[in-house]
């Protein structure tokens, strides 16, 4: 059997699209599961608006990410969600999920900056002493 040129060129760009879907999708998780190790401190609202434009109150439960982590205008994890696990201190082993709605200018490494709601939820509500634990967190 012969199949025209056009037939079977049409079957192998569909294969080599299938093939690399998955790749994709691939790389996708493993950003998402790629665990961070850090600190983390809370931050007040002030009747602020984020670097991702909105405004909100101390007892949503968001994040400022690091400067080298939310490049670009806007910046690129705006709206993202992060599962954040407390690792030491108060509330251990306590999570929270919140979103990405600034950026911590002053935070290194892995270091993110939480909303009192967020920091509260880590920590059985206690915000001090010394308003610094360690976390855990990744991209969900």
Not at 32 to 56: P, V, W
Not at 60 to 73: E, F, N, S, W, Y
Request: include cysteine; hydrophobic fraction near 35%.
């Amino acid at each position: 059997m012969h199949l025209p040129s056009t037939i079977l060129l049409s079957v192998l760009l569909a294969a080599a699209a299938g093939l690399a879907s998955p790749v994709v999708q691939a790389a996708d998780i493993v950003q998402r599961a790629a665990a961070h190790h850090g600190e983390a401190t809370f931050y007040n609202q002030n009747g602020g608006t984020g670097s991702c434009g909105q405004k909100h109150k101390d007892s949503d439960k968001i994040v400022a990410l690091p400067a080298h982590l939310q490049t670009g205008q806007p910046p690129k994890n705006c709206g993202r969600n992060i599962q954040i696990t407390n690792t030491s201190g108060p509330g251990k082993g306590k999570k929270v999920t919140a979103k990405v709605a600034d950026t911590c200018p002053g935070c290194q490494g892995d270091h993110i900056d939480l909303s009192q709601g967020a920091f509260k939820a880590l920590t059985g509500g206690k915000l001090d002493p010394p308003g610094v634990i360690q976390v855990n967190w990744h991209f969900v």
